[in-house]
């Protein structure tokens, strides 16, 4: 795991993800905290990317409040952390943290795709079909779908693969009722953020959500939201059919991290001064454009 220089150390860790490190405050509470760690390939690259947890912290919480009228969310509102946290460490992680319920994730991402990329195109081109939903012969790279389709898939462990699989699959796991639920919410949020984006000259093109539950069965929307390391954004102005698209989120660095020679496997490589500036200058344009 790559050091953290925004590790708290007055409260319990109880989880550390991909980007997202996961404290417990009490029994029905968490301290979520966003690091600048980068992963790719679900494997955390060496190298920070400077202000990365800032903005996506920024990004989802501006997200979480313009989707609550869909579903509500995990966020608790004016959390007075200075019981459980020294001043220095309320500080240190000013403005990438948040204060959530404590709720019991679903086991699969909900993912919905507008557009025909990424790890999709690979599925259909091998099979003409993703997550068990057989498509059109004839489709190009980058093609919108005439309808978004819900492709949900497993959540891996760090340093492995998420893996496509069907909605059969996720009803078997958690149920008919539920599985439906959220594959409708899910694209009431896409639908939504899709719109919104549009006005602003920006195209998103697909994205994930994660979604829990708690004790009384509520559903809530948890994790991030419609953040550059969760959703795929294109400029509008020079989106073409067939043509790989520019990314305004991660996927310029997946596009660098093709051209080495690496095997997805960690560790991963490090990455030059310039890819993580313009990384960083990536996630900071996003915000600038959609939550202003």
């Given at each position: 795991?790559?050091?953290?220089?925004?590790?708290?150390?007055?409260l319990?860790?109880?989880n550390?993800g991909?980007?997202?490190?996961?404290?417990?405050?009490?029994r029905d509470?968490l301290?979520?905290?966003a690091?600048?760690?980068?992963s790719?390939?679900d494997?955390i690259l060496?190298d920070l990317?400077?202000?990365k947890?800032?903005i996506?912290?920024s990004?989802s919480?501006?997200w979480?409040?313009?989707?609550n009228?869909?579903?509500?969310?995990?966020?608790i509102?004016?959390?007075?952390?200075?019981?459980?946290l020294?001043?220095?460490?309320?500080m240190?992680i000013?403005e990438?943290?948040?204060?959530?319920k404590r709720?019991n994730p679903l086991?699969f991402?909900?993912?919905?795709r507008?557009?025909?990329?990424g790890s999709?195109?690979k599925?259909?081109l091998?099979?003409h079909?993703?997550?068990?939903i057989n498509?059109?012969?004839?489709?190009?790279?980058a093609?919108?779908f005439?309808?978004?389709i819900f492709t949900?898939?497993?959540?891996?462990?760090v340093?492995?693969h998420?893996e496509?699989i069907?909605?059969k699959?996720?009803?078997?796991l958690?149920?008919k009722?539920?599985s439906?639920?959220?594959?409708d919410i899910?694209?009431?949020l896409?639908e939504f953020?899709f719109?919104?984006?549009?006005?602003?000259g920006?195209i998103?093109?697909?994205?994930?959500?994660?979604?829990g539950?708690?004790n009384?069965g509520?559903l809530?929307l948890?994790?991030?939201v419609f953040?550059?390391?969760?959703?795929?954004?294109w400029?509008?102005d020079?989106?073409e059919?067939?043509?790989?698209p520019?990314s305004m989120?991660?996927?310029?660095?997946?596009?660098?991290?093709?051209?080495?020679?690496?095997d997805?496997?960690s560790?991963g490589?490090?990455?030059?001064?310039?890819i993580?500036?313009?990384s960083?200058?990536?996630?900071?344009?996003?915000k600038?454009i959609?939550?202003?």
């Open positions: 795991m790559v050091d953290n220089p925004f590790a708290v150390k007055s319990p860790l109880i550390q991909k980007v997202r490190d996961i404290y417990r405050i009490d509470t301290l979520i905290v690091s600048d760690r980068l790719a390939f494997v060496p990317i400077p202000d947890g800032k996506l912290t990004i919480n501006f979480f409040k313009k989707t009228q869909i579903i509500q969310n995990h966020l509102e004016d959390f007075d952390l200075t019981n459980y020294t001043e220095d460490e309320i240190l000013d990438r943290y948040v204060v959530v709720l086991p991402e909900s993912v919905i507008g557009y025909i990329i999709g195109w599925d259909y091998s099979s079909s993703i997550s068990g498509l059109p012969v004839g489709l190009k790279l093609e919108k005439k309808q978004p949900p898939a497993t959540k891996a462990k340093g492995e998420d496509n069907s909605s699959k996720i009803a078997a958690v149920g009722e539920l439906t639920k959220v594959e899910s694209h009431q896409y953020a719109n919104f984006a549009l006005d602003k920006i998103l093109a697909d994205t994930k959500f994660e979604f539950l708690d009384t509520e809530f948890i994790d991030e953040t550059p390391d969760s959703s795929r954004y400029p509008l020079t989106y059919i067939g043509k790989s520019e989120d991660k996927q310029f660095v997946r596009d660098y991290l093709e051209t080495l020679d690496w997805k496997k560790p490589p490090k990455l030059p001064l310039e993580i500036n313009k960083s200058n990536k996630y900071q344009q996003i600038n959609l939550c202003n």
